[in-house]
């Protein structure tokens, strides 16, 4: 018995020698103010103040360069037994500037914003190699379309056959060799099984069109932006959160990569975009009694 206790402990502590290719633990190598000063450096529209004022928190993960991924959680200012949640994501392609930085636009109003009713996590910059590359890339540091790389159904056989049939090898499309290859989308999908979102915002340019995925009639218009159903993808996230999970995925693609909506267009994306939100996911039940309360014994008195 204990032979064999010992061999399986052998098994066991051989497996990191033998799989020496796996990649190292994405560990974040910078804090927010360095990250901040890089992404302020980029970004003519996110001044580095704004974004250390941002209030954002480093997560457990980092890109494949070691730059930190990071969010901010914002609680609901109103009233509601069971808050809906909403996961913003910005830059998941890493050369969308006007993603990134209209995101970091909606945290400061979330910031100041008195009655907004939802619990929200905000990942302004989901790609930072991708943003933070000369030039910025679409992909990230090993060249995978992270917005290709999410683990739909049959991800082996259709990502890789659309990839090479559909999109003749554009290596801007690249799905990566296996789905969940890339560190920043392992995280993108950690954090949606822990958060649970009701609904996920994800912001990219330059289509200039309003696109959605789910249940529910799709919303019509957020400002500016009109509906236009772009199609689903193997290994997308409208395709894996919206079709699989059957969440109301919005993919709101601004009309210019490089030019930010003026502060009055951003501000209509975002209000219709709220309203919307609120009339149509579904009334949350509160948890069951017994799981609100904390264990009491009534014999103990
Ligand atoms: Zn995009």
């Known amino acids: ?22 990649p190292a633990p994405a560990v974040p190598l910078a804090g927010v103010r360095e990250a901040c000063e890089s992404i302020g450096g980029r970004l003519g529209s996110v001044e580095i103040h704004e974004c250390l004022d941002a209030g954002l928190k480093i997560g457990d993960g980092a890109s494949v360069r070691g730059e930190p991924l990071m969010y901010r959680d914002y609680l609901p200012r109103s009233r509601r037994a069971v808050p809906h949640r909403v996961l913003l994501l910005g830059g998941i392609h890493g050369d969308e500037f006007s993603a990134v930085s209209v995101v970091f636009d909606w945290m400061q109003r979330l910031q100041h914003e008195r009655f907004q009713p939802f619990y929200w996590r905000v990942i302004p910059s989901a790609n930072p190699d991708g943003l933070l590359s000369h030039p910025a890339t679409r992909m990230n540091a090993h060249g995978v379309d992270l917005n290709r790389n999410f683990p739909t159904p049959n991800w082996k ?33 950690q954090q949606i099984r822990s958060f649970h979102p009701d609904a996920i ?3 990219h340019a330059p289509y ?12 019509q218009q957020f400002g500016y932006l009109r509906l236009h159903l772009l199609g689903t993808y193997p ?11 059957n969440l109301p995925v919005i993919t709101l693609e601004l009309p210019h990569a490089g030019i930010m909506p003026t502060p009055a267009q951003s501000q209509r994306i975002w209000g219709d975009m709220l309203a919307w939100l609120q ?22 008195e």
């Open 157 to 189: 056989a259709d990502a890789m056959a659309y990839w090479i049939g559909r999109t003749r090898r554009d290596p801007r499309r690249y799905p990566g060799p296996s789905a969940l290859s890339e560190p920043e989308t392992r995280w993108l999908l």
């Open 279 to 300: 009339q149509n996911l579904p009334e949350k039940k509160p948890a069951p009694l017994y799981m609100r309360l904390p264990d009491v014994s009534w014999d103990a």
């Open 201 to 203: 915002v994800s912001v």
């Open 235 to 245: 290994g997308s996230l409208g395709n894996y959160a919206g079709v699989n999970m």
């Open 1 to 22: 018995m204990r032979a064999r206790l010992l061999a399986g402990l052998f098994v066991a502590a051989s497996i990191p020698a033998n799989a020496a290719d796996a």
């Open 208 to 219: 200039g069109v309003l696109d959605y995925d789910g249940p529910h009639d799709p919303p």
